[in-house]
């Protein structure tokens, strides 16, 4: 009972204000009010387990919770409530008037909204549809005319095609705007549902447009009317009109670009809101015009983490049952669910552990070396949470059948004589985090051969490590044993039998992990062509800014325009996918303020690089060692144009023999190490 009001009160303070569920991902939401939940459970379990054992500490909780240690005494109503009622109690209702724990809580709410991404996920999921490409239907165009022409916008004034110009955004903006028509429909009952929830939003958005539609049908008709009279015998009214033009176009874009946020974070929010799996949200923005690059999670997603711990609860519970049916003995449905919860929260934490820091080490990644620190540092991490996770369910498991300081002695013992089942966490983060860098050369899906070894390595090491385990328990070899010797299985008869079923079941967890883990890790990091190239701007932003400022002015330009030709064009082919990747990379530049360029520009140059190529290859040559040449020496800026070149190379999913010897000749001149 006490752990469904903790749940209902923690939820509330979770989604408070309740915004917080449409500024991110369904499954990120949840999986960490879950963790935020089991957080909780566990200081119940933990607090309420240690009052209910030893009533005389109650006064003392008391007063931390206060934040007042020493100087207040314990009410009696309270002092006549078990420890698990006065836990809850203190984790619902009572929490806003202790302070010490309030506080507590804050802090952890806001760790696990930091998370959970909530509220920047929204936010940056808005500024990321803004960057990307934004296609209009055929459909949606002959809507927009339609709009147009009830405000008075002249059909010609309109630009379809993406450009820098006050026409462009005034036509995306009405395209925005048009798209979230269906919203407002009971058709769609979920967007439906949404709109009613937000309608203010929506309303104050409509006004704004409809507002800034009227100022900007004003503004395209002074032009037409200032283009009429050119010929004004007034010499300085020209040039006092078209600064006052000037003048309007800059308020009109600013203004353009404030509804446009608004628009594209209330998309987002809505999708975030009604859409629960990545794909399902990647065709809404799709389907809308946005091309959004498909960007998912680095590591591994809630979902498949997820689907991992089912797997290794189904199998580790499975063998458990197999082997006491084997064995002959009677089947305990409380250890055996026990058991399987400790262990299966141990490895998933391992597996876990083994890819979190990878978020701190990109630049090993890249020049395919292998940061041994930082898998020791997995390692130990997963060591200490296991300890953890082993300690607090073996106390909880104790305490619901406590009777007195007895069972508080066997719980001491059977604590320290399982810390060689911590090896196993050991050698399972080390091994994830090892074999999944053994994927950094590969450039597409990963292959069957690939899964296969890492399947097998994975495998042997669980195998090496539950032995190992199992002989440290036992006391077999240089180990003295930890188990009482009442419950060893060596040198008793049988005992190799025992160590089968104890290796068989370190394997299996093993195979699965390495089966998995590293195959959805690879993936999710090469999900489109331009995702490692994304990873690597967002690691590496201060430098390539740090790098960029001794250059002059148009030499970052020509160097990133001879980089994409030399790999767009290696196959006398230009399609728009590698178009699209150049273009998408300098949205990401431009975040970084490092752009000295319009994006226009940058694709005209971009069409005369490539002119130039499939004309001259010797020339071209000529003109890209000079244009390189300010890169070299400069490490960083170097890699990112061999990375692009990658990128580019990638878009149709295939690495062909003349684009990898272009990405090959990038590297040379830029004197990387990178191929």
Not at 271 to 288: G, I, P, Y
Not at 424 to 440: E, P, R, V
Not at 546 to 569: K, W
Request: one cysteine or more.
């Amino acid at each position: 009972m006490g752990a469904c009001f903790i749940a209902i009160y923690a939820y509330r303070r979770y989604n408070t204000p309740a915004s917080n569920r449409s500024s991110t991902t369904f499954f990120r939401f949840n999986a960490y009010y879950l963790l935020y939940l089991s957080c909780l459970l566990a200081l119940y379990g933990f607090v309420g387990s240690v009052l209910r054992t030893s009533p005389e500490l109650l006064s003392y909780f008391y007063q931390f919770a206060l934040g007042l240690p020493g100087q207040v005494n314990i009410p009696d109503n309270i002092k006549g409530l078990t420890g698990p009622m006065v836990t809850a109690l203190a984790l619902t209702t009572l929490l806003p008037n202790l302070p010490l724990l309030a506080r507590l809580d804050k802090k952890l709410l806001i760790t696990f909204w930091d998370l959970g991404h909530i509220p920047g996920k929204v936010i940056r999921q808005g500024a990321h549809l803004r960057r990307s490409i934004f296609n209009i239907s055929s459909a949606m165009q002959r809507d927009i005319q339609n709009l147009a022409a009830e405000h008075g916008i002249a059909g010609d004034t309109l630009s379809f095609e993406e450009h820098d110009s006050l026409n462009y955004e005034w036509t995306r903006l009405a395209a925005l705007q048009l798209s979230l028509t269906p919203w407002i429909s009971a058709e769609n009952p979920r967007y439906y549902r949404f709109y009613q929830a937000h309608q203010n939003i929506y309303d104050d958005l409509q006004v704004s447009f409809i507002a800034l539609t009227k100022r900007t049908a004003n503004y395209f008709q002074q032009l037409t009317d200032a283009s009429d009279h050119k010929d004004s015998s007034q010499v300085d009214k020209p040039h006092q009109t078209q600064a006052l033009l000037n003048e309007i176009e800059h308020h009109l874009r600013e203004e353009h670009k404030r509804l446009t946020k608004g628009f594209t974070e209330f998309i987002a929010r809505g999708v975030f809101a009604c859409e629960f799996t990545a794909k399902s949200r990647h065709d809404v923005l799709l389907n809308m015009g946005f091309d959004d690059g498909a960007v998912v999670d680095e590591q591994i997603t809630t979902n498949q983490f997820l689907s991992l711990m089912g797997v290794l609860t189904l199998a580790f519970c499975g063998i458990s049952m197999i082997e006491t049916y084997r064995i002959g003995t009677e089947l305990q449905w409380s250890s055996l669910w026990f058991n399987t919860l400790m262990m299966t929260t141990c490895y998933g934490m391992a597996a876990l552990c083994g890819l979190f820091p990878k978020g701190f080490w990109y630049p090993h990644e890249y020049r395919k070396t292998r940061p041994h620190n930082i898998y020791l540092l997995s390692a130990l991490l997963a060591t200490f949470a296991s300890l953890i996770a082993t300690i607090t369910l073996r106390y909880m498991h104790a305490s619901i059948s406590y009777d007195g300081p007895a069972d508080l002695a066997k719980l001491a013992q059977s604590i320290l004589w399982s810390y060689p089942y911590l090896l196993q966490s050991f050698a399972l983060a080390l091994g994830t985090a090892w074999i999944a860098d053994n994927h950094s050369h590969i450039t597409g899906p990963t292959p069957k051969r690939e899964r296969t070894i890492d399947t097998v390595a994975m495998t042997i090491i669980m195998v090496v490590a539950s032995f190992i385990c199992f002989a440290w328990l036992e006391g077999m070899g240089p180990f003295e044993g930890t188990r009482d010797l009442a419950y060893r299985h060596y040198p008793h008869e049988g005992w190799y039998i025992a160590c089968f079923w104890f290796v068989f079941k370190g394997g299996i967890v093993g195979a699965i992990i390495g089966y998995l883990v590293p195959f959805w890790f690879h993936s999710n990091r090469t999900k489109t062509p331009i995702q490692q190239l994304y990873c690597f701007i967002r690691f590496n932003r201060d430098r390539i800014t740090r790098e960029n400022q001794p250059l002059n002015q148009g030499e970052l330009l020509n160097a990133i325009m001879i980089s994409a030709s030399r790999v767009a064009a290696a196959d006398a082919r230009i399609c728009q996918v590698e178009k699209d990747i150049l273009r998408l990379f300098l949205y990401q530049l431009e975040s970084l303020h490092v752009a000295d360029f319009t994006i226009d520009n940058a694709m005209n140059t971009f069409d005369e690089m490539c002119h130039i190529k499939q004309q001259d290859t010797e020339a071209f040559d000529r003109l890209a060692e000079e244009k390189l040449l300010p890169l070299v020496g400069r490490e960083i800026l170097s890699e990112l144009m061999v990375h692009l070149g990658n990128a580019i190379a990638l878009g149709d999913h295939s690495i062909k023999g003349s684009e990898q010897e272009a990405i090959n000749w990038l590297s040379e001149q830029l004197d990387t190490r990178l191929s």
